[in-house]
């Protein structure tokens, strides 16, 4: 069984009912019929592809963005790593120097630079309310004796 229409309209949205006959019986269906423009057949698959390529596009840049983010943390990770290491061995080399020049006042308990640390240990108790500045970084005066003393030994 066929149902053919010819010469649709729009306002052409009514139900048909159709009989159909076999070896077990007769059926009543009905069918609805349903008449789209084809303006709207168009837009709404229009819509609907054009929603899914947006979709897709936005899925693609916040991926491409993340992945950006992902591989300037790891690089910010490994520079912080090397700095951390450079830290770890200048630290640990001027505790190295540290302890070679405290070995070297305990070995030589008598020697010049102990003389010099102790003289200005008590100069530096003496005079240390009576201290002036100079221009320069490295040196300081007393007030009473204009002698020149030098902070670096």
């Known amino acids: 069984n066929k149902l053919i229409i010819k010469n649709i309209l729009l306002p052409d949205n009514v139900y ?3 009989t159909a006959t076999n070896q077990y019986g007769s059926s009543l269906t009905q069918f ?3 008449v789209n423009h084809l303006k709207d057949f168009f837009i709404r698959r229009t819509i609907l592809f054009g929603s899914i390529l947006i979709g897709l596009f936005i899925s693609f840049i916040l991926i491409i963005i993340a992945l950006i983010n992902h591989y300037k943390q790891n690089k910010h990770k490994r520079i ?8 770890e061995t200048i630290s640990s ?3 190295k120097q540290q302890e070679n020049i405290q070995h070297d006042y ?3 308990t008598n ?4 003389q010099t640390f102790i ?3 008590l100069l530096n108790n003496q005079i240390r309310n009576y201290i002036y ?3 320069q970084h490295d040196l300081f005066y007393s007030r009473y004796d204009l002698k020149r003393y030098s902070t670096v030994v």
Not at 80 to 87: A, L, R, V
Not at 111 to 114: H, M, V
């Open 16 to 18: 048909y009912i159709c």
């Open 32 to 34: 609805k019929l349903r």
């Open 80 to 87: 912080k790593k090397k700095s951390s290491t450079t830290d």
């Open 93 to 95: 080399s001027l505790a």
């Open 106 to 108: 305990q070995d030589e």
């Open 111 to 114: 020697s010049i630079n102990d």
């Open 119 to 121: 003289h200005e240990k």
């Open 133 to 135: 500045d100079s221009p």
